[in-house]
């Protein structure tokens, strides 16, 4: 079974992390992909320029599962966390009701590394649009695999 290892180092505050963050991918104790990746929102919504504490979620450690899916829409071949259940956040959420969680979580392309302040998620863990193509091929559909999310010692 395949195992994500991302260590996160930056928040969404932070924009000048912009894919600071670090993922490994490792099978059987063999490393497939080792690259940046981003666990946090955007700092803003870029429609309006809210701040991300107001509209976007921030994945929590932990340990999740992992499925590769294909949604055939803009996210494609992607790995759905958590078979879209609720999982813990680190701030309320406000679009469930303040509560510290949130669901319709993927691993998923983000934007290029160059946007460091839109790295193409409301809350979703991403892999800049430039490495997806090397991270993804790594997963066939339907494989299911486990999403580790530790913060930078």
Known sequence: MKTIDM??????????????????????????????CSTEPCGHRHSDMVPWIDCFAELAPGEYKLQCIDLK????????IND??????????KNHEGQYIANGLRVHSGADENGQDNRGSEG???????RWAEFIRQWVVGETGKLIIRKAA
């Open 84 to 93: 879209n259940q609720y999982c813990p956040t680190t701030n309320p959420n």
């Open 73 to 80: 829409d803009r996210f494609g071949k992607c790995l759905l």
């Open 124 to 130: 979703c863990p991403t892999i800049p649009r430039d």
């Open 7 to 36: 260590i996160r180092k930056g928040t969404p505050d932070d924009p000048v992390f912009g894919y600071g963050d670090s993922a490994a991918t490792i099978e059987n104790g063999n490393q497939l992909f080792l690259g940046p």
